[in-house]
């Protein structure tokens, strides 16, 4: 009668004792297990008419947990929090609290918490303005000579960025030029810089200076 149990169902019960017995393996063989990454922040749908004139983190710290070899630095390359902008259409600010939902983890790996665990933007329309560019002169000419005119071509650059900082910024400078060897005409091709790191350049700003240098009398 106890043989006949045992061959009752054999089939099935032998497959729910591979079952168990794989779950089990798999269990011992890869714990579960906690760290800490640093992930990149990431954004979608970023409106074209705004600008974020906040500071941003560019990285968030996440405390996760799940399968070690789901751990492993190469299984967690990816990792990122992806924040949705796609409803922002006015400017003011906007608070996003990192949940599981925003944040991009491999299959089995679970957050626990992030730090911080909340982003706040600043959003603002952009602006786009022309502004003059200012020649910059690191060394005058040699001793006995004077500069008489200066050129900048173009004499205007257009510059990009939030409302607010777009419209303190009054004009650009050019890298700093050397003219301690230049005793006639000289002309220079260099690069425009803008001091407020939220504007930035609407096309490469390159500038081509013409220095008029002649003896002093």
């Not at 063989?29 to 992930?39: E, G, H, M």
């Not at 006015?90 to 996003?96: A, L």
């Not at 205007?156 to 303190?168: F, H």
């Amino acid at each position: 009668m106890i043989w006949s149990f045992f061959r009752r169902n054999l089939g099935w019960k032998i497959l729910s004792l591979a079952l168990a017995l794989t779950l089990w393996y798999l269990i011992v063989r890869d714990p579960d297990l906690a760290t800490s990454v640093t992930v990149p922040v990431l954004f979608r749908g970023m409106p074209h008419e705004l600008e974020i004139s906040s500071d941003l983190p560019d990285r968030v710290q996440l405390e996760v947990r799940g399968p070690s070899k789901q751990l492993a630095p190469g299984s967690l390359a990816t990792a990122a929090v992806v924040l949705d902008l796609g409803s922002v259409h006015d400017p003011g600010e906007r608070t996003y609290t990192i949940t599981p939902e925003n944040v991009s983890l491999p299959t089995g790996v679970q957050l626990t918490r992030a730090i911080p665990s909340q982003i706040r933007l600043n959003f603002e329309h952009r602006l786009e303005r022309g502004v003059p560019v200012r020649i910059r002169i690191a060394k005058g000419p040699p001793p006995g000579y004077r500069v008489v005119r200066q050129e900048a071509a173009p004499d205007k650059l257009r510059i990009v960025g939030p409302e607010t900082n777009v419209a303190q910024v009054n004009f650009v400078e050019t890298d700093a030029i050397d003219l301690s060897s230049v005793v006639a005409a000289a002309e220079f091709r260099v690069n425009a810089f803008v001091g407020d790191p939220w504007v930035r350049f609407e096309s490469a700003p390159v500038v081509q200076v013409k220095v008029f240098v002649e003896k002093a009398r």
